[in-house]
């Protein structure tokens, strides 16, 4: 969907930059866009990303600084060189999932919940499909 926006917000400018037109045609196009702009739906929705990015604006810094203090904080833990460098790459990892989870993203942990969940609905399937007396194709 977001490849799709962007491909036709691309090619509207390119157009409106690249038009042989002229002024007029340049100025319809401008009317065109303000309508729609400026439609409830379109600002209804320009509000929820304005309100999303606000809201993990602040809690994206919070999470990178403390995933920061983490990582240095298991690099000087006592033991070997290689025990230090394991610990501050899974830290690291830790901290990068912190950080996507904040931004609204999904990291490694929230896909292994994505996973399980369809999992489990795949075992609802062969449940029901046991139950039926119908033999699953396939298992989780």
Same mark, same amino acid.
């Given at each position: 969907?977001?490849?799709?926006?962007?491909?036709?917000?691309?090619?509207?400018?390119?157009?409106?930059?690249?038009?042989?037109?002229?002024?007029?045609?340049?100025?319809?196009?401008?009317?065109?866009?303000?309508?729609?702009?400026?439609?409830?739906?379109?600002? &209804?929705?320009?509000?929820?990303?304005? !309100?999303? /990015? @606000?809201?993990? +604006?602040?809690? $994206?810094?919070? =999470?990178?600084?403390?995933?920061?203090?983490?990582?240095?904080?298991?690099?000087?833990?006592?033991?070997?060189?290689? &025990?230090?460098?394991?610990?501050?790459? !899974?830290? /690291? @990892?830790?901290? +990068?999932?912190? $950080?996507?989870? =904040?931004?609204?993203?999904?990291?490694?942990?929230?896909?292994?919940?994505?996973?399980?969940?369809?999992?489990?609905?795949?075992?609802?399937?062969?449940?029901?499909?046991? /139950?039926?007396?119908? +033999?699953?194709?396939?298992?989780?």
């Amino acid at each position: 969907m977001k490849g799709k926006i962007g491909l036709v917000v691309g090619l509207g400018v390119g157009y409106v930059l690249g038009s042989r037109a002229g002024r007029e045609r340049y100025e319809q196009i401008k009317t065109q866009w303000l309508k729609v702009w400026n439609l409830d739906p379109v600002q &209804q929705q320009v509000t929820r990303v304005q !309100d999303f /990015a @606000k809201e993990k +604006a602040a809690a $994206v810094p919070q =999470a990178l600084w403390d995933g920061a203090v983490r990582v240095v904080r298991s690099a000087s833990a006592p033991g070997t060189p290689g &025990q230090k460098l394991d610990s501050a790459i !899974d830290t /690291a @990892k830790d901290a +990068a999932d912190d $950080v996507s989870d =904040a931004a609204g993203g999904c990291g490694e942990g929230c896909q292994a919940g994505r996973a399980e969940e369809a999992c489990r609905q795949e075992q609802g399937r062969l449940t029901w499909s046991a /139950a039926t007396g119908t +033999a699953p194709t396939t298992a989780c």
